[in-house]
C-alpha cells in the first residue's frame, strides 16, 4: 500500500498515532473533504474530551471493518505537514510485517516517547499587507482572526490562546489557511534552552612576550582544536581563570559563553585531517565513491586496517552534497573513541544518538535530524530509526556484531537488516565493516568484486600479533591447578616491568554451563543434535541433569568422564569476580581495571574506564564481550584469553562462529602501537577447527567449511530461523500450549507445498527465568526465499489466540541465538 497517497476528497480515513499523557496508540479519524493529509503530517484530533497532536500513519480508502462509521471521529485540522519523510512509515510498516509485530509496536521502538505531547501548536502570520479588497471576502469570524495575529507586533500567537478569544477560532484558521495567509505549526513546549557555558578560543599563537606556562596554554588549546570548554582547560593545565584572563588581555583568546547542546557534543578533541590513505584504502574508497543508488558492500578489513578512515572519507562527499550520513556502531561502550573520530573531522555535524540517551536528550536530538541540514548521526541500533532526510549513506561498523539485534521489547529487530531497508528506500549505498563479517554478508557479499572490498593488512604494515595457544588439560597434568597457565602468568609478570598494558578477556556470556573434562577436554555432547548438553540443576530435582534444549534429550550428569573417567567432570563458569581476585591474590603488584557491564552501568562510565586505561592508570584491563569491541589502544600489547571453551560450547548453531568472531576480534586489541603484541589463548581443546583458524588467522577457510556446514542443515544464511517464544508460570500449561502451537503448525505445514520444518516444542536452554518456565518452537523454512511468510503458515493471530492470557507469546524472527 502507498502510504505516501495525497487524498483530497470522498471518504477517507486515516490511521493517526495519538501519544498524549492518556494514551498511546493508534486510532482513526476521518479526513473532511477539504483536507489534504499524507503519511507524516501533524493534525489535530479529539481523543476524549481533548485536542490533541496526532501524527498521520497512513490514509485509508476504507474504514477499518471494527468500526463503525457513523462513530469515527473527524480529524479537525493539519498542524503541520511533513513531520517525516513519507519513506519513513513505509520503513516502519515493513519492520512491524516482517517481524510479526504491530505497528505501533514498531512505532515505539523508533520514535522517542512525548514526541508531540511537548510540542505546542502555534499559529503565525505568514503575510502582514493585505489590501482592504482582499479582507472583505473575509468571514466576520476570520477577520477577527486575522486582526488579532495582526495585532501581535510578532504575528504570532499559541493555538490555545486564541481558541480562548475566539470562539469559533477553528472555523476563522481554517479560512484562513485556505487564504494561504497564516500557517499553523508545532514548537516544543519546553523551548529547548540553550545551556550556555565559558569557552575559550584560540585567537593567535604569540610570537613573545609571554611566559613559558602561557604558551604551554596555547599549546593545549591549538592541539585539542583551537576551542575548549573553560572547565575543562582549567583542569587541563591546572591554571587559574586569571591566567586566562591575562592572555585573554593580550589577544591571544577569546573567552565567550557558548551553547551547550544538550546532545553529546563537546569541544573538545583534536581537530583532525584526513589521512593520506595507504593503497588498500584507496582502492576501497575509490569503489565505494563510485556506488550509485541502493547497493550494500562489505569492507572486510583486519583489525587495525583503517577501516575507520575509510568511513570518514566516504561520509565527507556525502556531506559536500547536502546529505546526510548514518553510521551504526554495535554497543555505546564503542562510541566514546569512534565519535571522538567522528567529532574530530567533522565537528558539530556529528550527532550521538542511542537508548542511554535521557527522554530530553532523544527529543532534542530527533528535532535537530528533522531541520533536515545535512549530519552524521552516530548511534546504536535504535539510531537506525533516525529520521533523516535525504540520507545518503549507511555504515554499519562491526556488522558482524549481535549487539544490533533487539532482544526485546518486540520487534526483535536486526540493525543491519532494517539498515538495508532504509538504504533500499533512500536509494543509498551502504557499508557493512568487519574484520570478522558475519556468514550472512559474507555469503551474500564476497563473490563479487564489486561488492567486496578488503583491507587485508594493518595500516603501517605492522603484523597482526601471533596467537599462542595453550593446553590447559596440560597445565593440570603439570600440577597446575589456577586459572592463569604459565605462558600468561610469565606475561602478566613482564607486562608491569615492561611498562606496556594488557587485557584480559573472559569469554563468559550469559550462563555458560556446558559440561566438560578438565583432564580430557571431553564436552557432553546430544547424541542427536550436535550441540553441548547444557547443566541443569533445581532444588526440585533430587540429581544434576544434562539436556539439549534444542530436541529436549537429557541424561543423569555422570560422575565422572565419560571418556576418560577423570574425577574433574564439571560444568564451566567463571566471572569477572574471581578472576578479579585470584589476578589480586597472585599479582599483587598489577593495577588493574575492571571492564564489564558491572563497572560501566552508569553513564560515561565506558568512558572515563577507557580514558583511566589510556592515560595508564593500570597495567591490566580484565573484562568480558565489551574489551572485544573497537578499542584502539597502542599501548596495548598482550591479550590474555581465559578459556575460549565456554564460548566454543555454548549449545547454540552459532557458536563456533561466534567464538571466531569474538576471539579474532579480541586477539587485534594488541600490538596495535609501535610495539608488537601478542595473544595468549588458553583452551581445553586446542585442536578443535575453531580454535586452530584463529590462531593461524585462518579466515577464509574457517568460513567456507562453516557455511558448508549450514547448508547441509539449512541453518541460517541457507534457510530461514522463526523461534516461538512462550513463558508462563505454570510449568505444565506453558509445555501444553507449547504443544498445541506446535501441532498447529505442524498440521499447516503437512498442507502446505512450502519446504519447512518444525522443531520443538522444547523447553529454552534456561528453563525457567524469573519463575518463568520458557519453552519455544522453532520453525525452520528452507531455503529462505521468501522474506514475508505466507500467513497460512505461521497464522499469528490464530497462534496468539491459542494462548491463555497468562502466558507470554512472542516471535523472533531470524533469531541470533536459539538459548
Ligand atoms: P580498524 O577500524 O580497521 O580496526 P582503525 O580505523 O581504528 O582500524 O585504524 C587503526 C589505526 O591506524 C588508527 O589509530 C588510525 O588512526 C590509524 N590509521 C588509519 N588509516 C591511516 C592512514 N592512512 N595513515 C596513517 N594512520 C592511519
Ligand atoms: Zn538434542
Ligand atoms: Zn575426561
Known sequence: MNTSLTLGSGDRWVEALVDCPAAQGLFTYSLPPDLTV?????LCVNFGAAQVGA?????????????????????????????????????????????????????????????LQRSQRRIRLLRRELSPAEITQLSPIAHKLLQLLQGNQSGDYAWKYLQQKLKNAPRGLREL?????????????????PKLQQAVTLLTLPKQEISDRQREILETLKHRGGEVWLQDLLQACHTSVSTLRTLEKKGCVAIAAKQRLRLETGVEGLADQPRSLTPAQQQALAQINQLTGFQPVLLHGVTGSGKTEVYLQAIAPILAQQKSALVLVPEIGLTPQLTDRFRARFGDQVCVYHSALSEGERYDTWRQLLDGTPQVIIGTRSAVFAPLRDLGLIILDEEHDTGFKQDQPAPCYHARTVARWRAELANCPMILGSATPSLESWASLRAAAATYLSLPDRIHAQPLPPISVVDMREELNQGNRSMFSRPLRTALEELAAQKQQGILFIPRRGHSTFVSCRSCGYVAECPHCSVSLTYHFTPETPYPRL??????????HPPTCPECESPYFKYFGSGTQRVMEALREEFPHLRLLRFDSDTTRTKGAHRQLLDQFAHGEADLMVGTQMLTK?????????????????????????????????LTQVAGRAGRGSQPG????????????????????????FLSTELQQRAELHYPPYGQLILLRLSGLDCDRTEATAKLLAELLQVRLSQSEAAAELLGPSPANILRVAQHYRWQVLLKLLPRDQSDLP???????????????????????????LL
Not at 601478542?678 to 577457510?701: C, G, K, M, N, S
Request: with cysteine.
Open 38 to 42: 499524507q503519511a507524516g503530517d501533524i
Open 55 to 115: 501524527i498521520a500513519i497512513r490514509v485509508l480508502v476504507q474504514p477499518p471493518p471494527d468500526l463503525d462509521p457513523g462513530k469515527i471521529r473527524p480529524v479537525l485540522d493539519l498542524i503541520s505537514p511533513g513531520f517525516f519523510p513519507a519513506e519513513y512509515w513505509s520503513l516502519l510498516e515493513r519492520v512491524a510485517t516482517y517481524y510479526h509485530t504491530s505497528l505501533i509496536q514498531a512505532i515505539r521502538v523508533a520514535l522517542p516517547p512525548g514526541l
Open 177 to 193: 489557511t485556505q487564504t494561504g495567509w497564516v500557517e499553523s505549526y508545532l514548537q516544543p513546549v519546553t523551548p529547548v534552552k
Open 547 to 556: 539436556r539439549c534444549h534444542y530436541c529436549n534429550y537429557t541424561r543423569p
Open 630 to 662: 573497537g578499542i584502539d589502544l597502542p599501548q596495548v600489547t598482550l591479550v590474555g584469553v581465559l578459556s575460549a571453551d565456554s564460548l566454543l560450547n555454548m549449545p547454540d548453531y552459532r557458536a563456533s562462529e561466534r567464538t571466531f568472531q569474538t
Open 678 to 701: 601478542q595473544v595468549i589463548l588458553q583452551t581445553y581443546t586446542p585442536d578443535h577447527r575453531v580454535i586452530r583458524a584463529v590462531a593461524q588467522y585462518q579466515f577464509e577457510e
Open 791 to 817: 500467513s497460512f503458515l505461521l497464522p499469528v493471530e490464530e497462534l496468539r489466540s491459542l494462548c491463555p492470557s497468562s502466558i507470554r507469546f512472542s516471535i523472533d524472527v531470524d533469531p541470533l541465538t
